[in-house]
């Protein structure tokens, strides 16, 4: 690995995990809007369509992949740089000590949530409507604690041990790597070592919110970050398959028509395993090379986006459900719902990050000093 290539500083590649997190933002509205979580998502507006079931699970299946491809990058771009223990402590600072501090803010703000919108919301969901009453019972009904959206920086406290684990092993020799990875094994022997995996869960796949571990994830979001490991130490493979983009696209999209007609599956369904597989692999490809080709360059526009994302993902939970909770009780187009409650959103979003987060010790501690 050249000198060169360790400095650089890679503007695509912050700039779509950027993006990755603000689309988890219009996803997550979207589940206010979903038929097949109508019944569980607290946010649930008595409105939905099919439609943008289609749209939501589409992104869904390859949002994650690419944000865990493009941590597993940095990773070993800090490997390289700085050496292993500097990148634990780095990675110790930017997600462990975030997701300690954040979560059970996080947790809180729901519950004040759900307590605010129990006793002022009149045409409640679901889901509301359900858990509203057993907080408020005296009974104990104590539930194990739940990671919510934050379950992405549990997972990769995990993959960073592990990355350690397997570069002291020397499983990252550049040499071993030329003669293994090329662009067909990364379009197709790639999905299929993803397919087993989705074989054994559901379709969507959900989130894994629980604080015990579970294994699918580590076969699928680990897999990718473990493959955006390898991609720092032969980045010329990016650019091999920037020729195979179109084909990439009709790939992902061809095989997500299937899934999408064929959802909700359960698990053990061999071809929406593998339709599951080539859209998150395809599509995961058609976003790094359209990154690379047209999200290669820094502004202020960009650094603003890229700074503040990490900060607006973490808190946009709980002020998403406020905002959907209010929309609850008007009869407004969904489509206008969802793009309000999504726009207001990222709004208080960047505000608080501008006045409360960029310079202050909080940014810092997401984002390093300026």
Known sequence: MSSNTIQQRFHYMDNLRALAMLAGIVFHASLAYSPMLHFFWLSADHQSSKSIDVIAWFSH????????????????????????????????????????????????????????????????????????????????????????HLWFLYYLCFMYLLLVFLHQLKLFQFEWLKRVLNPWVLMVIFPLLLAPVFYLIPAPHPAPEGLMPLLWPFGFYGLFFLVGALLFKQQGLIDQLDKYLYVLLAAGLGSYVYFAFRMPASDGNLLMAISESITAVSM????????????????????????????????????????QFVLLDYEWNLWLELGLSSLLTMVFGLITYALFVRWSPVGWLLNGKR
């Open 284 to 323: 995961t490809w058609v976003c790094l090379i359209a990154g690379k080709r047209w999200l290669n360059q820094h502004n202020k526009t960009f650094r603003y986006i890229a700074g503040s994302s990490y900060w607006i993902y973490i808190i946009h939970l709980p002020v998403l459900f406020i905002i």
């Open 61 to 148: 299946l390859f949002r994650m992949p690419l944000f865990f491809l493009i941590a597993g990058f940095f990773a070993m771009l800090l490997i390289e740089k700085r050496g292993v223990m500097s990148m634990i402590g780095n990675r110790a600072m930017r997600v462990l000590v975030p997701l300690s501090i954040f979560l059970p803010l996080v947790l809180m703000s729901i519950g004040a949530g759900i307590n605010w919108a129990g006793s002022h919301v009149e045409h409640q969901s679901p889901a509301l409507a359900y858990i509203y009453p057993m907080m408020q019972s005296e009974t104990d009904s104590s539930q194990p604690i739940n990671l919510t």
